[in-house]
């Protein structure tokens, strides 16, 4: 093909197809930022996901378009079809992204999902971490000449900026972030890394805000009833607003949750407290701040399970009961950490 040819062909048409929870759909930011970048405004950029996962996807700033579905793939392929899309990035490798690569005429790439070397892990049979998914991500779009950011970039120089709502009134600049849970119980925060996390920050006369969704409003109050310091904004307020909020922290301490990468993503140093999944399952922040630190339960070097539903240490389904690797956590370590920061 000649450079004039080339330079005349129509730019490509990318349908990402990411069927998973909020945290997942924030880790396409890195991916659809340097496509854009590469591609300039005449590529279009679209991502199909669940219903559930809409307020993340409202995050990804350079998308054209977001497909919502409730199940299956087929609510969307007439739409999708009626697009003409060339390639479809499969991220997530599960029934649905195989049943719709089989309807679209487009080229599919799918990601590695290193499920071998993580089932492995899980068993205690594998000790070198997978690489991170996000890397894994870059390797499906490198032979377009897509590349990742430079290894020493971070932040929004690594993930591009998102799309922001407003910062919330009662939300003070320069706070600390207390991220308390996800859906998942292994992946709760500790009572005693929250009380660890607020004292140090009062003793700083720094505010701390607690962030979550509906589901961890209960224990916000709660923890709010004892330090009526704290504010609140768990459940009050859309993903925006929560990651406008987040973009004004000074630290962020939180479990494995979507809280996690969006401060990675926002350059906000990151306390990341782990459980029954681990860093080396290939989901840790990705290109955090530099001064961002990960908190491991004592004594346990091999993670649950993918995607902390289950302990192997515990039988009880109570996210705070003492044998669960969430509670493992060093609250002092936090502290100490904190105390460099802040």
């Given amino acids: 093909m000649t450079q004039q040819a080339h ?19 924030v880790l396409m930011q890195p991916l659809v930022h340097a496509l854009r970048a590469h591609y300039g ?4 950029i679209d991502l199909i996901c669940l219903r559930r996962s809409a307020s993340a996807a409202k995050l990804l700033a350079a998308l054209d378009d977001v497909h919502l579905i409730d199940r299956g793939t087929a609510e969307a392929v ?42 492995m892990l899980l068993r205690g049979w594998r000790k070198e971490p997978v690489r991170p998914f996000v890397e894994r991500c870059f390797d499906v779009v490198r032979p377009f000449g897509v590349m990742p950011p430079s290894p020493e970039s971070s932040g929004p120089d690594a993930w591009g900026g998102f799309q922001l709502g407003s910062v919330p009134k ?5 706070h600390l972030a207390l991220s308390l849970s996800s859906s998942q119980p292994g992946k709760h925060l500790s009572d005693e890394v929250v009380n660890e996390a607020i004292a140090t920050a009062s003793e700083r006369n720094v505010p701390v805000v ?16 004892n330090h009526p310091e704290v504010n609140v904004i768990a459940g009050d307020i859309d993903l925006q607003a929560t990651t406008a909020a987040l973009a004004t922290a000074k630290a962020l301490v939180t479990g494995d949750t979507a809280t996690m990468h969006l401060g990675a993503g926002l350059g906000v140093p990151v306390g990341s407290v782990w459980g029954c999944t681990q860093p080396s399952l290939g989901l840790a922040p990705w290109r955090p701040h530099p001064d961002s630190r990960a908190f491991m339960p004592s004594d346990r070097t091999a993670p649950c399970s993918k ?9 009880s389904d109570d996210p705070f009961d003492a044998g669960r690797c969430g509670q493992q956590a060093d609250p002092k370590a936090v502290r100490i950490w904190m105390e460099g920061l802040l």
């Fill in 170 to 174: 009662d939300v003070p600049e320069g």
């Fill in 7 to 25: 330079d005349e062909a129509p730019a490509p048409r990318f349908l990402i197809a990411r069927f998973s929870a909020l945290g997942d759909i």
């Fill in 307 to 315: 995607h902390g539903a289950s302990c192997k240490h515990t039988k």
């Fill in 78 to 119: 007439p739409t999708l079809k009626a697009l003409g899309f060339d390639y479809l990035l499969d991220f997530h490798g599960n029934v649905r992204s195989r049943s719709l690569a089989r309807q679209l005429d487009a080229m599919t790439l799918r990601v590695d999902k290193a499920s071998f070397a993580r089932w």
């Fill in 210 to 225: 607690v962030y979550g969704g509906p589901t961890e409003a209960p224990r916000a109050a709660a923890i709010q009833a």
């Fill in 41 to 44: 405004p005449e590529a279009r």
